[in-house]
């Protein structure tokens, strides 16, 4: 039976972006992978399926340099990449195998295919439920099953996920390859940079040899326990039950301390770890995650649009005016102008008016006039003021 192994891999992660192509010990990640998974016996041939996107140029190239094929399609329906890559090779067991798993093991890889040719199931895998360590996941099914879900599935996760269909339709019959000990909560897949650290430490250990199985690996764990403790507080599977916008806070929070500028916006001000915290699209008070997801926004409303919510077509069309004739130049713009009169004569105990880009720099510039006008160096403040609150 011809059994085709495919390596889903892209660029555009959300919580570790270019990660396949990270190197280790001067090797790209996804070459390591692509190296230990060639040595797998029962596999006859292996395609690397990406996306169209254009970012993922640098990982096609290197691949095909290697000489292994590429299939390139959608960014987002998955399963049917999945079964466009398959096709032109007509195999009748296919090996679904992704792109964060450089420590996949082709012993294993071998282990499931023997049982899976022994067997009648249409689907096995050694993670319904896991007893081996993340990372190690691989999954087998006929050709026939992905056609079928192909064609049949419907759920943007069916679609993203490539197998849930398979498993969770009663339409197919399923199997598991089990350890006879649970390993499962270890981690050795590359999600996030602390994966990373991790499975380098595992490479440098054994380096030079690229071809050392998931016992030695295992082995390690107990003998070594330092060089895997960079990501122990990192859960199986967590990115399956995250969002996008919890995947990019995440990411966030790695370049920007404590995530974003405003702590009125801040994930955890709200529901940690479940805030959808950023947003697509706006309209009037209804708000769209990055998932598409549709929201009442019944909190602070961006701080200001309250009255007339967001995306109001006037201010949009004035805006849009403004950009299209030149918003910034060595001139004075004259609104500045008009605002600043109508400011004053809204406001007539004000005499003057200052702008300011934020309420810190609203805050400063009142400090300084403060200073000016009285001469003292202390100005006392009371509430809140944003940025320069201590």
Known sequence: MKTLAIVQARMGSTRFPKKVMRPILGVPMIELLLLRLSQAKLVDQIVLATSEDPPNQPLVAHVKQLGYPVYQGSENDVLDRYYQAARPYHPEIVVRITGDCPLIDPEIVDALLAEFQLSSVDYLSNCLPPTFPDGLDTEVFT????????????????????????????????????????????????????????????????????????????????????????????????????????????????????????????????????WPAYFSKAKGCRVWDLDGQEYIDMSIMGIGTNILGYGNPEVDQAVSQTIQAGNMSTFNCPEEVYLAERLVELHPWADMVRFARSGGEANAIAIRIARAASGRDKVAICGYHGWLTN
């Open 143 to 274: 050709f026939t099953a992905l056609e079928q879900a192909s064609q049949e599935a419907t759920q943007p996760h069916e679609r993203e996920h490539v197998t849930p269909y398979i498993r969770e339709s009663g339409k197919f019959s399923l199997g598991n390859y089990s350890h006879s000990e649970d390993y499962s909560t270890k981690r050795w897949t590359v999600d996030e940079p602390e994966d990373f650290e991790v499975v380098t430490n595992v490479f440098q250990h054994f380096h030079p040899r690229k071809d050392f199985g998931w016992l030695e690996v295992l082995n390690l764990c107990h003998t070594r326990p330092e060089l895997f403790a960079a990501n122990q507080l990192l859960t199986r599977n967590e990115g399956a039950i995250m969002g996008t916008g919890q995947k990019l806070w995440k990411r966030a929070k790695r370049v920007i301390p404590g995530g974003n500028m405003l702590l009125s916006k801040r994930a955890e001000m709200f529901l940690p770890e479940q």
